[in-house]
T-cell receptor
Framework: DGGITQSPKYLFRKEGQNVTLSCEQNLNHDAMYWYRQDPGQGLRLIYYSQIVNDFQKGDIAEGYSVSREKKESFPLTVTSAQKNPTAFYLC?????????????FGPGTRLTVL | GNSVTQMEGPVTLSEEAFLTINCTYTATGYPSLFWYVQYPGEGLQLLLKATKADDKGSNKGFEATYRKETTSFHLEKGSVQVSDSAVYFCALSASGAGSYQLTFGKGTKLSVIP
């Protein structure tokens, strides 16, 4: 089945630790995105990548880092510099061609800082 | 900048009632408009979309019409079911620099009671 997978589903981190969230897609999409969701809020863009080896900051990139070494993979690292990292993190990829503005989402990772 | 405003919830309806969730937007140019649905603990699923003025998106009994003159994209369903209980997000896609970033409203939680 084609789709977007995120792992793990739940993640716990101690303060001061870096943690990496995985996002993989087998849809052959070029563009991928990371969003953060807080309770009662819409989604906010952290980083996006339109092509391998290239990525851009979104609205709330501080305290996060990404890499895009393969088309299928777009991992997000939440660093110790992120002041309030507890949130639900969603990865998305965007279809090319005529439906090129439609993003499809993974199931999400819930990160809790203890 | 771009923004999306949708009616605040929560909204509670009885089964078979009529649903309207209001959504208005501010954007430069001609954005595409989307409704996404999120079930508890899950990622976002695309519900419907419209790409130009007067387009009507529809799916699973839900409908929304792209109204450029009122900058609106209200979601409607004639008869809701318990299984429609979820959080609904209105969003727009702006193609600035080819990024197609999504701007989201804050979400409206719908509860349908038998």
């Amino acid at each position: 089945d084609g789709g977007i997978t995120q792992s793990p589903k739940y993640l716990f981190r101690k303060e001061g630790q870096n943690v990496t969230l995985s996002c993989e897609q087998n849809l052959n999409h070029d563009a991928m995105y990371w969003y953060r969701q807080d309770p009662g809020q819409g989604l906010r863009l952290i980083y996006y990548s339109q092509i391998v080896n290239d990525f851009q900051k979104g609205d709330i990139a501080e305290g996060y880092s990404v890499s895009r070494e393969k088309k299928e993979s777009f991992p997000l690292t939440v660093t110790s510099a992120q002041k309030n990292p507890t949130a639900f993190y969603l990865c998305a990829s965007r279809s090319p061609g005529l439906a090129g503005d439609t993003q499809y989402f993974g199931p999400g990772t819930r990160l809790t800082v203890l | 900048g771009n923004s999306v405003t949708q009616m605040e919830g929560p909204v509670t309806l009885s089964e078979e009632a009529f649903l309207t969730i209001n959504c208005t937007y501010t954007a430069t140019g001609y954005p595409s408009l989307f409704w996404y649905v999120q079930y508890p603990g899950e990622g976002l699923q695309l519900l419907l979309k419209a790409t130009k003025a007067d387009d009507k998106g529809s799916n699973k009994g839900f409908e929304a019409t792209y109204r450029k003159e009122t900058t609106s994209f209200h979601l409607e369903k004639g008869s809701v079911q318990v299984s429609d209980s979820a959080v609904y997000f209105c969003a727009l896609s702006a193609s600035g620099a080819g990024s197609y970033q999504l701007t989201f409203g804050k979400g409206t939680k719908l509860s349908v009671i038998p």
